[in-house]
């Protein structure tokens, strides 16, 4: 299946909590977009991998994601070397999407920066036709996307751009709240977290408000570019 946007992130709910908003929009637009998780997130304080892969699959039916995968790296350890960077190579040129969505470029949690760069050179090397893949045997071509964007995360950075994702951002919150084990829940008997407290789903809420009044709209998600947009129309400019 080929993809509009393909999404890639260190941890399951990576997606849903920085730019489920833009995903469900363009699902809505037509797009055709996939997700894939670096890791199982076995490193998670609370609940379990196998519990995890049950939450982002409900996550994607929630957000119409027409594709998910897993490349199992490990939590915590995956590294930017020859054999990840290939493993990522891969789904870039099983997908061939024109959009890639990474990690932020640096983050509270070590793992979303060295995604991200690991994405970026990922994106380069899968262009490169003398780098020979297969995926069951069969010879890979080469596919660069048109362009890397960066959400963010846990930690500001100012956009580059702002999406808005206000009529989706209903959408949105079903789809984090699917990582029930992950988020506040009185009743739970777990250790707390950084992002299992209140404070941590009013910060995502304030973030969307304050992206979002910064272009006119309800809600927002911001990213990052690794190169300059170019427009031919300042009319299409919201």
């Known amino acids: 299946m080929k993809l509009d946007i393909l999404v890639f992130t260190a941890h399951p709910d ?26 199982r997130g076995e490193l998670g304080t609370r609940g379990t991998p196998e519990l995890r892969a049950a939450e982002a ?10 594709v998910r ?16 960077k290939l493993e990522v190579v891969k789904m870039i040129r099983k997908y061939q999407p024109e959009i890639i969505l990474a990690n ?3 983050d509270r949690h070590p793992d979303h ?8 050179e990922a994106s380069f090397v899968s262009g490169l036709r003398m780098v020979e893949t297969r995926i069951d045997g069969n010879p890979q071509q080469p596919w660069r996307a048109k362009n890397v964007y960066h959400y963010i995360q ?31 829940d009185p009743a ?33 998600e911001g990213f ?13 400019l919201q």
């Open 14 to 39: 990576d997606a849903e909590l920085a730019c489920a908003g833009t995903l469900i929009s363009h699902i809505e637009m037509g797009r055709k977009i996939g997700i894939v998780d670096f890791t």
């Open 57 to 66: 699959a409900e996550a994607s039916k929630v957000m119409g994601i027409h």
């Open 69 to 84: 995968e897993n490349l199992g790296f490990r939590d915590g350890f995956f590294t930017e070397d020859e054999h990840h």
């Open 104 to 106: 932020a470029i640096r």
């Open 113 to 120: 920066g060295r995604a991200s760069s690991l994405v970026s």
């Open 154 to 184: 846990s930690n500001f950075i100012m956009p580059d751009f702002i999406v808005d994702v206000s009529a989706a951002w209903e959408k949105k919150m079903q789809a984090i709240k699917c990582f029930k084990s992950q988020f506040y």
């Open 188 to 220: 739970s008997k777990e250790p707390s977290t950084f992002i299992s407290s209140p404070e941590f789903m009013k910060m995502l809420e304030s973030r969307g408000k304050e992206l979002g009044h910064s272009i006119g709209a309800a809600y927002g």
């Open 224 to 236: 990052t570019v690794e190169r300059h947009l170019g427009v031919k129309d300042l009319f299409h």
